[in-house]
């Protein structure tokens, strides 16, 4: 089993940053990618980022530009830098790390943590 813990989120004016971290333990060698998906009031939980093991970006056309996903080489901790923040941006981010334990595909998603922009 992998654990996940968001930190990071709180809230900020249209315009400004926030640094999310998403603390990963357990199975961590396991884990092949790992990405940040949001889920505003109302709506389904969406991909934000994603990041693999060889180091592979990708984002959500909402983020391009603005979000910055990275990680540590040891899948210890992942981040994502978020500039220039709207309030469409509000939402809970949450963590998510795929891998494989006993060759059998795995998923784990952390709790979430709440980013709030305001206008």
């Known amino acids: 089993q992998v654990q996940l813990v968001e930190s990071g989120g709180g809230l900020v004016q249209a315009g400004g940053s926030l640094r999310l971290s998403c603390a990963a333990s357990g199975a961590i060698y396991s884990i092949t990618s790992m990405g940040w998906y949001r889920q505003a009031p109302g709506k389904q939980r969406e991909l934000v980022a994603q990041i693999t093991e060889g180091g592979t970006t990708n984002y959500a056309d909402s983020g391009k530009g603005r979000f910055t996903i990275s990680r540590d080489d040891a899948w210890k901790t992942m981040y994502l830098q978020m500039n220039s923040l709207q309030p469409e941006d509000t939402a809970v981010y949450y963590c998510?790390?795929?891998?494989?334990?006993?060759?059998?595909?795995?998923?784990?998603w952390g709790r979430g943590t709440q980013v709030t922009v305001s206008s």
């Open positions: 998510k790390a795929d891998g494989r334990i006993l060759s059998t595909p795995q998923t784990f």
